[in-house]
């Protein structure tokens, strides 16, 4: 049975980098707080053909992946509010004078708006890491560091928080690069220690430099095992996508339309899948090299993909079929669906030997039938698109 996670759980682990910025999760996650809200059901249900107002929105609603990395970058955010949460506290204790606590609390809120800003603009899209993890630990880091000068006695309270930055990339770094940014903390943690003999003299050295060893101990373990799991995330993410047009898996995308299904089963909106075939494709592969026949895979899936909701699903089925499960929509719906993703494909354009030519689709839809198997909605699917591809192909038929 597949494994089925609360949409709060959902959150914190797409945020984590646990799953793919158009994953089953997040997707599985919005089809429940849609299913939720009447409102975003009935809108569904006048499927793929509304338009979202023009109004600022906390997350952009036309871009699965920016979503995604707006929601890392708020956690970050939330996880600076407490550093400076931990300044006020040592400042009302008397452990923090005004200055350094007036300069430090500014600069993390300074950070957050600035990182706020490249993301809701679009300008970290520009950057290598798009989710520009690194420049965020690095100023967490620099951050601490500047706190640990001037927080006297409560600088161990503070030493925790170098841990909690470095876990910040765990899922999204590799062991190399948690190494540079440990190799960066610990130098500025002796630095620190450093200026304060400098200046007034440390009453116990040795106990500075021992802090000093434990937390390169801590920070080192947190590098390796955080690239460890960073290597199996991405061994996992290369199991459920297809590494060609970087849609799911035939195996993934069967486990969420077995997902829909109970859902539907315990009344959700209505549920639709159709089954989408590339025309004439061995005569592609034949005549223009499997190569060509590549580009024509991954061109047909992005452009079908383009024509779905954030709360659809798309997988390679096998060869040149893909499977298309339409949440929230009834067979009318899957209909106009398909027509779209069929006229977007045909008008399509695509360079073989040399010369524009158009590659159609045949698709064959299927609403479910409460009760029924996947195996007999997939059958009703795939008897429909025969008959596609029977009355002529490029077009699509109901089963």
Not at 206 to 217: F, K, R, S
Not at 304 to 309: G, P
């Amino acid at each position: 049975m597949p494994l089925q996670l609360e949409p709060h759980m959902l959150t914190i682990i797409e945020a984590w980098g646990m799953g793919g910025s158009s994953g089953p999760w997040i997707r599985l996650r919005d089809a429940q707080l849609h299913a939720a809200t009447p409102s975003a059901a009935s809108a569904s249900l006048r499927r793929h053909s509304s338009s979202a107002m023009a109004r600022f929105n906390l997350f952009p609603h036309d871009d699965a992946e920016q979503r995604l990395r707006l929601q890392r970058y708020l956690v970050a955010a939330a996880t600076s509010l407490m550093f400076v949460l931990l300044l006020a506290l040592c400042f009302m204790e008397g452990a923090l004078s005004t200055g350094p606590f007036a300069a430090a609390a500014v600069a993390t809120l300074v950070a957050i708006g600035v990182f706020y800003f490249l993301f809701r603009s679009g300008l970290n899209q520009h950057a290598r890491d798009r989710s520009l993890t690194v420049p965020m630990m690095l100023c967490a880091t620099c951050a601490v560091t500047y706190a640990l000068y001037y927080v006297g006695a409560a600088r161990p309270v503070f030493l925790l928080m170098y841990p909690v930055i470095l876990f910040f990339g765990v899922f999204r770094l590799t062991t190399r690069t948690l190494l540079g940014v440990t190799a960066i903390a610990l130098t500025g943690y002796a630095l620190v220690i450093l200026l304060l003999q400098a200046a007034d003299g440390i009453t116990h050295p040795h106990i500075e430099m021992l802090q000093w060893g434990v937390l390169g101990a801590v920070l080192m373990w947190f590098s390796f095992m955080g690239g460890y799991v960073n290597h199996l995330h991405s061994r996992l993410r290369e199991s459920e996508y297809d590494q060609l047009t970087g849609m799911y898996t035939r195996r993934r995308i069967l486990e969420v339309l077995e997902h829909e299904k109970i859902r539907c089963d315990r009344g959700a909106e209505p549920l639709c899948i159709g089954m989408l075939d590339i025309d004439r494709f061995k005569h592609v592969n034949d005549n223009f090299g499997h190569a060509v026949g590549d580009e024509v895979l991954r061109s047909a899936a992005a452009v079908a993909q383009k024509e779905l909701r954030a709360i659809d699903f798309m997988g390679r089925y096998g060869g040149e079929e893909f499977l298309l499960v339409l949440t929230q929509t009834d067979i009318d719906g899957a209909r106009e669906c398909g027509e779209r993703v069929r006229g977007q494909t045909e008008r399509n354009a695509i360079q073989l030997s040399g010369k524009e030519r158009h590659v159609t689709v045949s698709i064959g839809v299927a609403q479910y039938r409460p009760g029924e198997s996947v195996r007999e909605l997939l059958e009703r699917a795939d008897a429909a698109l025969y008959r596609a591809k029977a009355g002529g192909r490029n077009r699509i038929e109901a089963g």
